[in-house]
């Protein structure tokens, strides 16, 4: 049974199916930003707007949470035991001084165990776990003599806290806002079997050795020895949720990502499956939340699938679809309401003319009554 909405005495509504495959034109080679052109253009008649939601979804989880240019960097350096990482004169881990190495992880879908399992592969002398208890990763460095440094804060790409670089730092647990420095392990050559950690910075404006911020030890005994996260690991940091947004929703949304403006999102979309499988919005749910709509024809529709911070997410070749559901409906004439001056207006009119019925009726009680001739 078609919905009804006794406000507006209609019934009317559309059904669009939409397949990425089918797109007028794709953007940036990427089938999750595409322009679709009807070739039956919708006519909203007079008198009439629509109500739009997102009738269904399957979009495949063919994304990754480790992308090429958004966090697959890694910049360390690796030091002789007490000595800080070397920075150069902008106080940023200097690329060009000895022990210096990039890792860059390759593309992928990666939960905790496997991140720490490939940085302990692939950083010399640096021991990385992942602890399910407390959430976060420990460090600690293998190698007797030698200090590695993690350039999570003053690296090359960290960017800064408003515009974050190509780093790791907040999937391994290092928020920017909270870092003090760059986290360096290390560990005692001198047969004690100790270990040491802390953070160290460059010195802007002088280039070369940095200075350690903090530095805490001699531990001696597991597990204080290891150096945690400051905060729990976020995995999911740069694809948390999904985002449909469209050229015709401008003004039935807003967004705190842009300081709680209109913004041009259509729905939110639950990731409800693991990596590899189809996430869906279901008939049953997926048109509670409806825009209105007030152009008066739909000849285009543009759909552009993001994550939360309205980056184009990127399905590696594969197409996605989603149906909309139109429901026309009736648009009744409303008359401005008054503003305030207008009610001020109004109101200082009636208390004008109460007091003129007051004032009459006070002169009138005082006027003598005449007496009667015989």
């Known amino acids: 049974m078609m919905a009804t909405f006794p406000e507006t005495e209609t019934t009317a509504s559309r059904v669009l199916y939409v397949n990425s495959k089918d797109a007028t034109a794709i953007f940036n080679n990427n089938r999750a930003d595409f322009d679709f052109n009807l070739e039956e253009p919708i006519v909203i008649p007079e008198h009439h707007a629509i109500l739009m939601s997102v009738y269904s979804a399957e979009i495949p989880y063919s994304f990754y949470n480790f992308r090429d240019n958004v ?53 010399p002398n640096l021991e990385c776990a992942y602890d399910p208890i407390r959430l976060k990763f420990s460090f600690q460095c293998s190698l007797a003599g030698a200090r590695i440094t993690l350039a999570l804060r003053n690296g090359p790409l960290t960017g800064t806290a408003t515009s974050p670089g190509n780093d790791m730092n907040e999937e391994l647990g290092f928020d920017f806002n909270n870092i003090t420095g760059d986290p360096f392990v290390e560990r005692d050559g001198a047969g004690l079997n100790a270990y040491w950690h802390g953070s160290s910075n460059g010195n802007p404006g002088v280039a070369g050795t940095g200075i350690d911020a903090t530095r805490l030890g001699p531990f001696l005994l597991p597990p204080v020895f290891f150096l945690f996260s400051d905060d729990v690991i976020d995995m999911t940091n740069s694809i948390r949720s999904l985002f449909i947004r469209t050229n015709l929703s401008t003004s039935s949304i807003l967004d705190s ?4 403006g209109f913004s041009n999102i259509l ?36 759909l552009r699938l993001t994550n939360q911070k309205n980056t184009t997410i990127d399905l590696n070749g594969l197409d996605f679809d989603i149906s909309l559901k139109l429901d026309f409906i009736e648009t009744k004439y409303l008359p401005e309401p008054p503003g305030l001056r207008q009610l001020i207006d109004d109101d200082n009119i009636v208390a004008d003319a109460q007091r003129k019925e007051e004032e009459k009726l006070k002169e009138k009680q005082k006027k003598p009554r005449r007496k009667k001739t015989k």
């Open 257 to 260: 990502h842009i300081g709680g």
């Open 71 to 123: 966090n697959t960097i890694l910049d360390y350096q690796e030091t002789p035991f007490t000595v800080p990482a070397t920075y150069d004169i902008n106080g940023f881990l200097d690329l060009t001084a000895g022990g210096y190495n990039r890792l860059i992880l390759p593309q992928g879908n990666y939960n905790a165990v496997e991140l720490a399992n490939h940085l302990t592969t692939n950083i």
């Open 267 to 302: 729905c939110r979309v639950p990731i409800n499956t693991e990596a590899g499988g189809i996430i869906t919005i279901e008939p049953s749910n997926g048109h509670i939340h409806q825009l209105l709509l007030k152009v008066k024809a739909i000849t285009n529709i543009s």
